[in-house]
């Protein structure tokens, strides 16, 4: 496992790796949940490179980059087993030099759910990915369905822009209380963190009722929101029942729909999600 | 020489062109100035693939996207006798289907010139050449210096996105009379063509002033103006002397810089430019 910074070192490093390479980009302080993007990369491709930045571009002038918890010595111990070739862990300044002024943007798709709440956001996801994507030349690439915006923002990217790779959406790992793994758990303090596992019980209360035959899309969007509001230390952002593909908000489930929500628990900010099929 | 329409057949394509590869974007209509590019690209490549496609995403709802000249006919003889190996020339629909949402812009590069006047007109360029880029997966890439703006934002655009792609500048194609070489010359009429020669005249001027020793930016702007002013068919749109990297408009001329114009003659509207360096 080679751990590099420079584009230029990266692009020598790339030249020499052989077949199919997988890429999987992180932002570091690694968890099972990245943990299993590499396991599935390593039994599908040849060649594996994970990326550790975290992306200043994809945060807002209020949120948590400065915080953001990063331990590379812990990350590279975690990837060592796992027979990654190549960790690109670029600089700010390597990956966003004076002068830049390049932005990739996907329209319809960011407006609603994040980035109705994150504004600048998602074109930092996509400006990076394409970077990323630039840089190492995947043939695949492994992101979370724990982001499931994120991934259909990214499919969009691709299919739009003619990036030949095949991008990998890999299931959302969880806790044993069903809390889906993040490196922002990290901020959940005493009683914040059992509180948490209430997301992923008030998704699986509406998924049950879908599964019962339940199709009003407000009335699933209801039982998240009414299990959530057991719970005093959770604040709901938005729950949402969208299509999957669109994003678009419904009146009927048909076909694969996408139940998300976001939440402060606390002062941490949380987001989940479950497809309905 | 194969003509290509789908990305699929482009794809399959090019897996089977051998070494480096050359990339050619053009929106047909080709002429001396093209098949230049093209010749250019053949002696430093091993293979090279030409495209072929009037971008709509960079035309002005008032521009000229449907009047723009077409004959594909006529642009395969002319690259015929080349060796070119592949010419991609797709459909609309295959370039932007249906939900297509995502643009690539570079920032303030794009602001002054071209982009003050087309004020869409560079993101639609720098999205289809990413979309070229990805489809292609070229080696090199030949583009103009007749389009200075567009060669500078795409050189940007290269390095800012990481692309591994090396942007060949080439020299303008000029008429006996000094009329920069373009497919929109086609629209001059009668009188028009003729006096559209007063283009160059005039950035010919400015540049023997400064041979001269004119290092004062003002004065070669007016030295241009002076001379368009003698032809009563030419309206000026802008007339500019600014850094030959950032396009900043200069006081005084120091480094590389870049002397350029558009004009209307008649209804037809042109662009031209010089360096002085």
Redesign the interface.
Known sequence: MKTITT?SDL?AARQLLHGSVGLVPTMGYLHEGHLSLIRRAKMECESVVVSIFVNPSQFGANEDLSKYPRDLKRDLNLMEPLGVDLVWNPTAEIVYPA???????????TRPLEGAIRPAHFRGV??IV??LF??V?PHKAYFGQKDAQQAAVIQ??IR?????IEMEICPTTREADGLAMSSRNQYLQGADRPAAAILFKALSAAKSAYAGGERNAKNLRNIVQETLATEPRVQVQYVSCADYHTLSELDTVRGKSLLSLAVMVGKTRLIDNVTLE
Chains 1, 2 share one sequence.
Do not use: C, H, I
């Open positions: 584009l692009r002068g830049y002024q390049t932005w990739v943007e996907v329209e319809s798709l996509t400006t394409t970077k630039n840089a030349q969009q990217m739009d822009l003619n990036f030949p």
